[in-house]
């Protein structure tokens, strides 16, 4: 079974540009997360959707995030325009669809490091 | 105060040694809790979930104390491999609401 895939592994850009970032889920789960370690600090949680909707985005920074799922299979995630402290590690996870403890078992994608000189 | 507290270590160790880390969290309401682990420029993976009644899985023991709030991991007969960052998470249900980490525990096991 194919695992979570993320792309680019690595970005750098410069300030005021934009990045896009893509993950694709484990085929099958409808939970898709993203999630950002920023350096020396611990991984936070941007936003979770289910299919294709927005179930919590209570963790997105700011207005310059924007997540995308349409059709409910892989997600986006673009940075516009991006600022020095938008560099990190941005995680995407997966997880299947139903409840009991088991849910919330994710499956984390290699991450997309983004340096924004 | 951060919600999910760890001592960020790091911890160097000798091979063989039994190692325990703690972590604390501060939101008496939450419900389901992991402890994850992370290589260095990888992913982080589900060691083991934590149970009230403590759980083990080979070398690895997890207890939950939730009068006092803490966590905690126990790796007995430790390997080269058991090198790694230890992230306890946390939640506030069983469904699929999001996790929160702690910054994680540096482990070096020492040849």
């Known amino acids: 079974e194919a695992g979570v895939t993320q792309f680019p592994s690595h970005s750098v850009i410069e300030k005021g540009q934009t990045v896009t970032l893509r993950c694709d889920p484990i085929?099958?789960?409808?939970?898709l997360y993203w999630y950002r370690r920023v350096m020396g600090k611990e991984i936070k949680f941007l936003l979770h959707?289910?299919?294709?909707?927005?179930?919590?985005e209570s963790g997105m920074p700011n207005n310059r995030f924007l997540a995308e799922r349409t059709g409910g299979t892989y997600s986006t995630l673009k940075v516009q325009p991006a600022e020095l402290e938008d560099s990190g590690v941005y995680f995407c996870?997966?997880?299947?669809?139903?409840?009991?403890?088991?849910?919330?078992?994710?499956?984390f994608g290699a991450g997309s490091r983004l340096t924004v000189l | 105060r951060k919600e999910v507290e760890q001592d960020p270590g790091p911890f160097n160790v000798p091979e063989g040694a039994t190692v325990a880390f703690n972590c604390t969290y501060s939101?008496?309401?939450?419900?389901?809790f992991f402890w994850y682990r992370q290589d260095c420029r990888k992913e982080p993976k589900l060691l083991m979930s934590?149970?009230?009644s403590g759980n083990e899985d080979g070398r690895f023991t997890a207890q939950l104390n939730r009068a006092s709030q803490y966590i905690s991991l126990l790796i007995r007969d430790s390997k080269l491999s058991d090198s790694a960052t230890y992230l306890c998470?946390?939640?506030?249900?069983?469904?699929?609401?999001?996790?929160?980490f702690g910054t994680g525990t540096r482990l070096t096991i020492i040849p």
């Open positions: 934590v149970y009230s």
């Open positions: 939101n008496s309401a939450s419900q389901s």
């Open positions: 085929s099958g789960h409808d939970n």
């Open positions: 996870a997966s997880s299947p669809t139903g409840g009991g403890s088991g849910a919330n078992v994710l499956t």
């Open positions: 998470v946390v939640t506030r249900g069983f469904g699929n609401e999001k996790l929160t």
């Open positions: 959707f289910v299919k294709e909707s927005k179930q919590d």
